[in-house]
């Protein structure tokens, strides 16, 4: 065997292919070393190769993964170190994988639901003002350009948060809303407020429960939202994308989906309740709201969606329940919303206040519908 390179441990000269069963060349020094872990840790050492010594000095174990780093390339958590979560050096994976977990409540008196809820809120703000809001809120989520915003100065963005739970998901909209408007931003026609609710550990059954309740509903929740959002091709209606034809739909933004019942669920990424979430988030995800910095609407607009989610999974719309409300007018359908949920009456009061605000006769818009009419 032709003998390339030796290395010499505790005295005695090994070749390279019985050394590498043994030691290791340390990658920073270059000194030979034995190992000294145990065997289920010996591929994580072997992969890095670092000695005692400037292991010490120069390197670190993430604690999730327990390979090896660079000191420079270890990230720190902080924002749950001081909620008395301790965290030691975390890898590049291993710290996106740590800050895009579930920011579970320990309280739920201001939201009492344990489902966790993720929120993208679309705004612009100055370019020197940028830095500073990621800085202040990057702990809560994560920060893009967005090119679909027609920004009225600055720059584009699109804040998304870490899904998160009980009092901690609106403690957390009323910071991140705070600090944005602390900052001066804005927002417009162009800025939407999307919200994600994670469904992937309910049964098929209830997710088709949400699909075909949304469908009821669809005219209340469209009427309690800027008109811009009414015909936007970025919320568009689930009811009128069934009522198309396939050659209206781009089959890269497509998914179909069919009910129990044989009925088949027509939706791209862009309609206002996007199912397409399901796949890469586990979430439905309502897409219909207006950009907004108010952290009161935002947590109204959640509240209202986490009820009618909690609500509507557990209930069938079954043949004859279709056909009873199918006969009801607005009014009638906007009474059946309430009591089915046992809505708070804060929640009622917001929902009717939204209707009077963007279905006034004399804001140049016409009403989305109609409360004082039976026809529909």
Known sequence: MLVTRTNELNGVTYCEHCFGNIGYRCRDCDVVSEYSVSPEDREIEESYNVCPSCSSTHHCRCRACRRYMYNDDAYHANNREQAGEQYG??????????????????????????????????????????????????????????????PGFGEGMEFASYPANGDNLFRNIQIVTETLNKYAAGVNTSCGLHVHLHVAKMNNTQRANIRNWWCIFEPIFFSIVSPSRRDNEYSQSVVRLENRGDDEYDDDDRDEDRDEDGRTWQNT?????????????GTYEVRLHQGTLNGEKIINWTRLLLEFFETFSKLEL????????????????????????NLPTMLRKYVISRYREFNNRGGGNAPYILLDKRAR
Do not use: W
């Open 269 to 281: 990424r862009y309609s206002a309740l996007n199912l397409c979430a399901l796949g890469e988030h």
């Open 89 to 150: 050096p975390l890898c590049a994976s291993c710290y996106r994988s740590y800050r895009r977990r579930p920011i579970d409540s320990k309280t739920f008196d201001l939201n009492p639901y344990s489902r966790t809820v993720g929120y993208e809120i679309e705004f612009f703000a100055r370019s020197s003002h940028i830095s500073e809001i990621q800085s202040a809120i990057s702990d809560l989520g994560d920060f893009h350009s967005d090119g679909s915003i027609r």
């Open 318 to 341: 079954t043949y004859l329940r279709r056909q009873e409300v199918n006969r009801m007018s607005h009014r009638e359908l906007m009474i059946f919303f309430f009591k089915q949920m």
